[in-house]
Nanobody, 117 residues
Framework: QVQLVESGGGSVQAGGSLRLSCAAS????????MGWYRQAPGKQRELVAA???????NYVDSLKGRFTISNDNAKNTVYLQMNSLKPEDTAVYYC???????????WGQGTQVTVSS
């Protein structure tokens, strides 16, 4: 099994920045890709960004340029740097991990990000 623990959420004013972290533990050899999804109230969960162990990245087009995903393989940790935050970025952000793109077996508990105008 793999455990994912997120940190770094919180409240920020529009235009501000936050950095989310997600540390994986357990059977991390099962992980080739880690990523972030988000779910806003009343909306479906959507992919934000993902990154492979080799550093290849995938972003939802609407967030390119504002959000940056990175990883530290030695620490089994993935980061999401979020800049120029907007109220519509308010959501619960979930860390995820799995063997391949769009094949995520493990999920974190979620961390709330609230952006006020």
């Amino acid at each position: 099994q793999v455990q994912l623990v997120e940190s770094g959420g919180g409240s920020v004013q529009a235009g501000g920045s936050l950095r989310l972290s997600c540390a994986a533990s357990g059977s991390t050899f099962r992980i080739n890709v880690m990523g972030w999804y988000r779910q806003a109230p009343g909306k479906q969960r959507e992919l934000v960004a993902a990154i492979s162990n080799g550093g290849s990245t995938n972003y939802v087009d609407s967030l390119k340029g504002r959000f940056t995903i990175s990883n530290d393989n030695a620490k089994n940790t993935v980061y999401l740097q979020m800049n120029s935050l907007k109220p519509e970025d308010t959501a619960v952000y979930y860390c995820t991990a799995g063997r391949s793109w769009n094949d995520y077996d493990y999920w974190g508990q979620g961390t709330q990000v609230t952006v006020s105008s």
